[in-house]
């Protein structure tokens, strides 16, 4: 039932950083997976980063690990996603995602996800 909004998407050089700020409408503890999915044009969905806000468990995709850090305020009602040092195929629409399964097999399944936000875009140019 949690509503999701994102925001902190802009337009910067490779190598720079953003931070991506998604906002919940109540705190997280019935829904504890909250996860960062993108979507490139052309492109499938694909998981990014996600946090079990019971204990504060966090993964990563492959693709993003070292660069990008996902946590949660204290309040748990907002999820950020730090990402540094962007590539060009970093550039996607980001959306943030909960009342779903983190991905504690390494397989994300977009398809448990229940709520999602509206989306924030990334670009980043070489």
């Known amino acids: 039932q949690v509503q999701l909004v994102e925001s902190g998407g802009g337009s910067v050089q490779a190598g720079g950083s953003l931070r991506l700020s998604c906002a919940a409408s109540e705190h997280t503890y019935s829904n504890p997976c909250i996860a960062w999915f993108r979507q490139a044009p052309g492109k499938e969905r694909e998981g990014v980063a996600a946090?079990?806000?019971?204990?504060?468990?966090?993964y990563y995709a492959d693709s993003v690990k070292g660069r990008f850090t996902i946590s949660q305020d204290n309040a748990k009602t907002t999820v950020y996603l730090q990402m540094n040092n962007l590539k060009p195929e970093d550039t996607a629409m980001y959306y943030c995602?909960?009342?779903?399964?983190?991905?504690?097999?390494?397989?994300?399944?977009?398809?448990?996800?229940?709520?999602w936000g509206q989306g924030t875009q990334v670009t980043v140019s070489s």
């Open positions: 995602a909960a009342e779903g399964l983190c991905p504690a097999s390494g397989t994300w399944y977009a398809g448990t996800f229940g709520r």
């Open positions: 946090i079990y806000t019971g204990d504060g468990s966090t």
